[in-house]
C-alpha cells in the first residue's frame, strides 16, 4: 500500500509539472469546485450534441456489406430514391416559375418618369439643338414644340398606361432594343398610325427606360410545386419488386435501390445505435478535457470564466453541424470563434480551439468535400496567427476583409480543379461558384460581429486582448491623468520602472504589453495618501511618517496603498492580469526602515506584521516588475562616475536579497532569465546616465534684458 501511495504522488507530481507551461513552480489558478462542476456539465452537454445523430442513425447504410440475405415478403412498387433526386436535378432549370417583381416594376416606372420631364425640358428649351433622353428626328422635334400642354399631359398618359401594360406582362433583359421599341409601338396604336411622332416618340422612349431590365423574379414555392406537378404527370420512378425475389446477399454492399427495398419493408431500423453513440460521446468528451488541459497548460492562470466561453463556442458550432447537416459552412463556424480566442486567450488557445473543433466534425461537407474543411481550418490557422500579433481594432477590421478574400481565391482554385477533371464535375459543381462568394460574405458578416462582440466578452468574461491593453496604457485615462496631477512623484517613478520593466520584458520574451500597462498602474493606490509617500513630498514639508511616530501605523499605510490600488482597481474595471500587479509587486516583502524603528521601541515585535501582505508574484510580468521597483531608486542614487560592473553588482544585490527572501518562488523564472533581466536593467541605466555636451552660456551685456 505504501508504495503504491507514493507512485501515485509521483504521477501526480509529474501531471502537475506537465501542466505548467516554463517550470515546475509555476502555480496554477485554483478553480472552485462549483466551477469545476459547471464546466464538467458543459463538457457533457458538448458531447451529447456532438453524439446525439448516433442516437436516431439507420442501422444500414447505401454502400455497407448486408449483415443478412433479405427477400421480399410480397409483391410491391418501391419508389426509387436516387433516380427521384436525378429526375428533380434535371427538371430543375425547366421549372423556374418567375412572377412580377413590384420593387423593380416601381423602379422602372419612376425611370420613365424622369425620361419624360427630361422630354418635356428639351421641347422647352430655346436651343436648337439639346441633348434629350432619346434621339430625335426633326418632325419629332417639330411636333414636341407645337403641343399645348393639354396634348402634352395626353399623349404622357397614353405613354404611361402602355408602360403598365408591358410591366405586367413582365419584361425580360436580354430582349433587343428593336423588338422592344416594335412591342412599345403596339401598345401605342391609339397615338396614331405608323411613324406618327407621337408614337414614335413614346416607343423610343419606352425602349430607353426598359432597355436591358426585368421586372420579373424567381418563386421558389411556385417553382417547387410546378416541379412536383411535373414529377407526379411524368410518374415517380419506382422499383417493381416480386414476391420472393433476392434483395440483398449476406456480406454484398447494399445498393441504393435495394436500400429503399429494404427501407419500404421496414427492415432499416433507426434505433440508438448504442456502440457508436458511446464512441462519439467518449470522444467529444475527451476532446473538451483535451482542450481545457491544453489551455491551462499555456495559460496556467486560466479563468474558469475563459474556459466556459471555449466550450459555450465549441458547443455552438457542435450544435450548427447538428442543426444545419452537411450544408453547414466550416469557414463560418471555425474562423470567427479561432480569431476571438486568439485575440482574447493567446494564439496557443485559439489553435487548440481550432485542433478540437476540427476534429469532432461528425459528418462530411457538400460542395467540393473534404477540401473545404482543411481550407476553412487553414484560413482559421492564418486569423490566430495574426490575431496574436494585432494590436489595433483597426488592423482587425482590415482582417476580416482580407481573410474572406482568401478564402474565396483558394476555394475557387480547388472548384476549378475538380471542374478540370470532367464533364460530370462541370455540370455537379458549376452553380457552387455563387455558393462559395455567398460563403464569404457570410464569414465575413460573422468575423465583423465577432468583432463588435470583443469588448463585450473583454468585461464579462475577463478577456485582455492587445487592442485593450494598448487601450488601457494610454496616459490620458482618467486613473493615470489624476495619479499624473495628483502624485507626480509617484506618476514620474511609475514611468522610470515601466521602462526597467519593458526592458527586462524583451530581454526574456516576456509579455511586454503586458508589463507595460500592468506597470503604469502598479501604484495607483497612492492616490488615498500622496503626501504619505517620500516622492512626492516637496520642499521643507515635514514628513507625516515622523508626526505619526508609529511605525505599526506607518506600514498600515504602505500596506494601504496596495489595498486601496485594488480597490480602484476594481472600480476602474482593470482585468485581472493587469490587477494583479498592485500586489504582487510588493509581494511579501519586508517594510525594514518601520521594522528597523519599531525594534528599536521593542525588539520582541514580531517581523510578520511588517510584511505587506502579498501574494509574491506568480508570472514573470510581475517578478520584473518586484525586481525594477526595487532597483529604480538605487540605481537614480549611484553617482556619475559608476561603472557598469559596480551598477551590476548593485543591482544583483538587490535581486539576490529577494530571491533569499523567496520573493520569486512562485514566478518561473529562472536563472538564466535573472541574468538576462539584470543586464537589460543595466542598459537602462546606461542610456539615463547618458552624457551632454556643455553649451557655453554667452555673458549678458549691458544694457539687455537677462
Given amino acids: 500500500m505504501p508504495s503504491a501511495v507514493i507512485r501515485f504522488q509521483r504521477l501526480r507530481r509529474l501531471w502537475h509539472s506537465w501542466l505548467r507551461n516554463e517550470s515546475p513552480r509555476r502555480p496554477i489558478l485554483r478553480w472552485r469546485r462549483i466551477q469545476q462542476a459547471g464546466l464538467l456539465m458543459m463538457c457533457l452537454l458538448v458531447a451529447l450534441v456532438s453524439s446525439w445523430p448516433s442516437l436516431g442513425e439507420p442501422n444500414l447504410r447505401p454502400g455497407v456489406p448486408a449483415p443478412f440475405d433479405a427477400v421480399a415478403p410480397k409483391d410491391a412498387l418501391v419508389v426509387d430514391r436516387e433516380a427521384l433526386e436525378?429526375?428533380?436535378?434535371?427538371?430543375?432549370?425547366?421549372?423556374?416559375?418567375?412572377?412580377?417583381?413590384?420593387?423593380?416594376?416601381?423602379?422602372?416606372?419612376e425611370r420613365l418618369e424622369r425620361q419624360l420631364e427630361e422630354l418635356q425640358r428639351v421641347a422647352l428649351s430655346d436651343a436648337a439643338e439639346r441633348v434629350g433622353p432619346v434621339n430625335l428626328s426633326p418632325e419629332e422635334q417639330l411636333w414636341l414644340t407645337t403641343q399645348t400642354p393639354q396634348t402634352t399631359q395626353l399623349w404622357r398618359?397614353?405613354?404611361?398606361?402602355?408602360?403598365?401594360?408591358?410591366?405586367?406582362?413582365?419584361?425580360?433583359?436580354?430582349?433587343?432594343?428593336?423588338?422592344?421599341?416594335?412591342?412599345?409601338?403596339?401598345?401605342?396604336?391609339?397615338?396614331?398610325?405608323?411613324?406618327?411622332?407621337?408614337?414614335?416618340?413614346?416607343?423610343?422612349l419606352l425602349a430607353a427606360s426598359f432597355q436591358g431590365s426585368s421586372n420579373l423574379r424567381t418563386d421558389p414555392v411556385l417553382s417547387q410545386r410546378k416541379l412536383e406537378a411535373?414529377?407526379?404527370?411524368?410518374?415517380?420512378?419506382?422499383?417493381?419488386?416480386?414476391?420472393?425475389?433476392?434483395?440483398?446477399?449476406?456480406?454484398?454492399?447494399?445498393?441504393?435501390?435495394?436500400y429503399d427495398v429494404l427501407d419500404y419493408f421496414g427492415e432499416v431500423k433507426r434505433t440508438p445505435r448504442w456502440g457508436q453513440w458511446a464512441m462519439r460521446f467518449t470522444e467529444a468528451l475527451a476532446g473538451c478535457a483535451v482542450l481545457l488541459l491544453l489551455m491551462r497548460r499555456e495559460r496556467p492562470q486560466l479563468e474558469a470564466s475563459h474556459s466556459f466561453l471555449s466550450l459555450g463556442l465549441l458547443l455552438l458550432v457542435q450544435y450548427s453541424k447538428l442543426h444545419f447537416g452537411a450544408a453547414v459552412s466550416p469557414l463560418a463556424v471555425l474562423v470567427p470563434p479561432?480569431?476571438?480566442?486568439?485575440?482574447?486567450?493567446?494564439?496557443?488557445?485559439?489553435?487548440?480551439?481550432?485542433?478540437?473543433?476540427?476534429?469532432?466534425?461528425?459528418?462530411?461537407?457538400?460542395?467540393?468535400?473534404?477540401?473545404?474543411?482543411?481550407?476553412?481550418?487553414?484560413?482559421?490557422?492564418?486569423a490566430a496567427l495574426q490575431a496574436g500579433r494585432l494590436r489595433s481594432r483597426a488592423q482587425l477590421l482590415q482582417l476580416t476583409v482580407l481573410l474572406p478574400l482568401a478564402a474565396l481565391f483558394v476555394e475557387?482554385?480547388?472548384?476549378?480543379?475538380?471542374?478540370?477533371?470532367?464533364?460530370?464535375?462541370?455540370?455537379?459543381?458549376?452553380?457552387?461558384?455563387?455558393?462559395?462568394?455567398s460563403e464569404a460574405l457570410l464569414m465575413g458578416i460573422l468575423l465583423m460581429v465577432a468583432i463588435l462582440l470583443i469588448p463585450i466578452l473583454e468585461g464579462s468574461f475577463g478577456l485582455l486582448t492587445r487592442a485593450r491593453l494598448m487601450e488601457l496604457a494610454d496616459q490620458e485615462r482618467p486613473l493615470l491623468r489624476r495619479l499624473s496631477s495628483e502624485a507626480p512623484g509617484t506618476f514620474e517613478h511609475t514611468l522610470m520602472i515601466c521602462g526597467l520593466a519593458e526592458e527586462g520584458a524583451r530581454a526574456i520574451g516576456a509579455d511586454i504589453d503586458l508589463i507595460r500597462t500592468g506597470s503604469l498602474y502598479h501604484d495607483v493606490g497612492k492616490l488615498h495618501a500622496p503626501e504619505w509617500f517620500i516622492e512626492n513630498q516637496v520642499g521643507d514639508i515635514e514628513n507625516p511618517h515622523d508626526r505619526l511616530n508609529d511605525p505599526l501605523a506607518s506600514a498600515g499605510v504602505l500596506q494601504a496603498h496596495v489595498d486601496e490600488g485594488l480597490k480602484l482597481a476594481r472600480r476602474h474595471r482593470l482585468p485581472r492580469p493587469v490587477a494583479d500587479f498592485i500586489p504582487e509587486h510588493q509581494g511579501t516583502l519586508k517594510m525594514g526602515y518601520f521594522l528597523h524603528k519599531a525594534r528599536e521601541q521593542d525588539a520582541s515585535i514580531p517581523e510578520a506584521r511588517f510584511r505587506y501582505k502579498g501574494p509574491r508574484p506568480r508570472s514573470r510580468e510581475t517578478a520584473i516588475l518586484m525586481l525594477a521597483d526595487g532597483c529604480e531608486a538605487a540605481l537614480r542614487?549611484?553617482?556619475?562616475?559608476?561603472?557598469?560592473?559596480?551598477?551590476?553588482?548593485?543591482?544583483?544585490?538587490?535581486?539576490?536579497?529577494?530571491?533569499?527572501?523567496?520573493?520569486?518562488?512562485?514566478?518561473?523564472?529562472?536563472?538564466?532569465?535573472?541574468?538576462?533581466?539584470?543586464?537589460?536593467?543595466?542598459?537602462?541605466w546606461r542610456r539615463m546616465r547618458h552624457r551632454r555636451i556643455p553649451y557655453p552660456i554667452p555673458a549678458y551685456k549691458k544694457g539687455f534684458p537677462a
Fill in 230 to 258: 411535373l414529377i407526379t404527370k411524368q410518374g415517380k420512378p419506382e422499383i417493381k419488386v416480386t414476391k420472393g425475389s433476392l434483395i440483398t446477399r449476406k456480406g454484398e454492399p447494399i445498393s441504393p435501390q435495394a
Fill in 338 to 382: 479561432t480569431l476571438l480566442l486568439a485575440q482574447g486567450l493567446g494564439t496557443s488557445c485559439g489553435l487548440a480551439w481550432l485542433a478540437i473543433a476540427s476534429l469532432l466534425w461528425p459528418m462530411p461537407v457538400n460542395g467540393l468535400g473534404e477540401g473545404r474543411l482543411m481550407i476553412a481550418a487553414a484560413i482559421a490557422v492564418v
Fill in 412 to 437: 475557387m482554385l480547388l472548384l476549378r480543379s475538380q471542374i478540370n477533371t470532367g464533364a460530370s464535375a462541370w455540370t455537379r459543381l458549376a452553380p457552387d461558384a455563387g455558393e462559395l462568394a
Fill in 86 to 109: 436525378q429526375r428533380r436535378s434535371s427538371l430543375g432549370p425547366s421549372t423556374y416559375v418567375q412572377v412580377i417583381d413590384r420593387q423593380e416594376s416601381q423602379r422602372l416606372r
Fill in 637 to 684: 542614487s549611484l553617482p556619475p562616475d559608476t561603472s557598469d560592473a559596480q551598477a551590476k553588482l548593485t543591482v544583483r544585490r538587490i535581486v539576490e536579497a529577494r530571491q533569499r527572501d523567496g520573493q520569486l518562488r512562485l514566478s518561473s523564472l529562472s536563472r538564466s532569465e535573472v541574468e538576462l533581466v539584470i543586464r537589460a536593467f543595466v542598459r537602462v
Fill in 157 to 204: 398618359e397614353a405613354v404611361r398606361d402602355a408602360a403598365s401594360r408591358m410591366l405586367s406582362q413582365g419584361l425580360v433583359n436580354s430582349l433587343a432594343v428593336d423588338q422592344l421599341r416594335q412591342a412599345a409601338a403596339l401598345q401605342l396604336e391609339d397615338l396614331g398610325a405608323k411613324g406618327d411622332p407621337a408614337r414614335s416618340i413614346g416607343s423610343k
